[in-house]
């Protein structure tokens, strides 16, 4: 079946340190691929995604290459600021039925 | 408008109470979905509806009964509840479901807590 293993948190960063958190995921067809942001007492916010392979979702800063070759999907940022301090979800979902699989999570926290 | 909204914000009911949960958007999409999520944990589906027609239910207790009056509305209707059924219910929207690999839209969540 369908899944996403993300890199396990938390994860504590400086202000403007660059940011990776890894992706990996299984699927038997051509997923199409997202990331989350889950701030504080909310929902999710799609962060950014991507439909098909080389795809370079990006937003807010935050940018991932959807690489089929190694099954990544990993979020950088170059920056990052303590306001991106969350919860970040990688998911995916397959073209036919949108059953979205997510991650375990990764949480981000941001020192100034 | 991307926006789903879901009421009430926060709900404390005891375990013979009956309660609703109401979600509800304005993007024309025809998928709506049910989540729960436990703390530090990720969404975990429980319904969803497509066409206003229920097409996955992931062997959710029936205390848990879901009803889409229409292609907008959402409820989750709740009834003898657990303490183990505390969680963030999550409402969501997408385009379809099964014609394409949607994103989707997530509501802020109604906070539940079953004493």
């Known amino acids: 079946g369908n899944s996403v293993t993300q890199m396990e948190g938390p994860v504590t960063l400086s202000e403007e340190a660059f940011l990776t958190i890894n992706c990996t995921y299984t699927a038997t067809g051509y997923p199409s691929l997202f990331w989350y942001v889950q701030y504080p007492g909310e929902g999710l916010q799609l962060l950014l995604k991507a439909t098909k392979a080389d795809d370079k979702g990006s937003n807010k800063g935050f940018e991932a290459t959807y690489r089929k070759e190694t099954t990544s999907f990993h979020l950088e940022k170059g920056s990052v600021q303590v306001s991106d301090s969350a919860v970040y979800f990688c998911a995916l979902s397959e073209w036919n039925n949108n059953d979205m699989r997510f991650g375990a999570g990764t949480r981000l926290t941001v020192k100034p | 408008d991307t926006e789903v909204t879901q009421t009430p914000k926060h709900l404390v009911m005891g375990m013979t109470n009956k309660k609703s949960l109401k979600c509800e958007q304005h993007?024309?999409?025809?998928?709506m979905y049910w989540y729960k999520q436990k703390a530090k944990k990720p969404p975990e589906l429980m319904f969803v509806?497509?066409?206003?027609?229920?097409?996955i239910n992931e062997s959710v207790p029936s205390r848990f009964s879901p009803e889409c009056p229409n292609s907008s509305l959402l409820n989750l209707h709740l009834h003898a509840l657990q303490p183990e059924d505390s969680a963030l219910y999550l409402c969501a929207s997408s385009q379809e479901v099964g014609t394409g690999a949607y994103e989707q839209y997530f509501g802020p969540g109604t906070r539940l807590t079953v004493t």
């Open positions: 993007m024309g999409h025809r998928a």
């Open positions: 509806y497509s066409y206003e027609k229920l097409s």
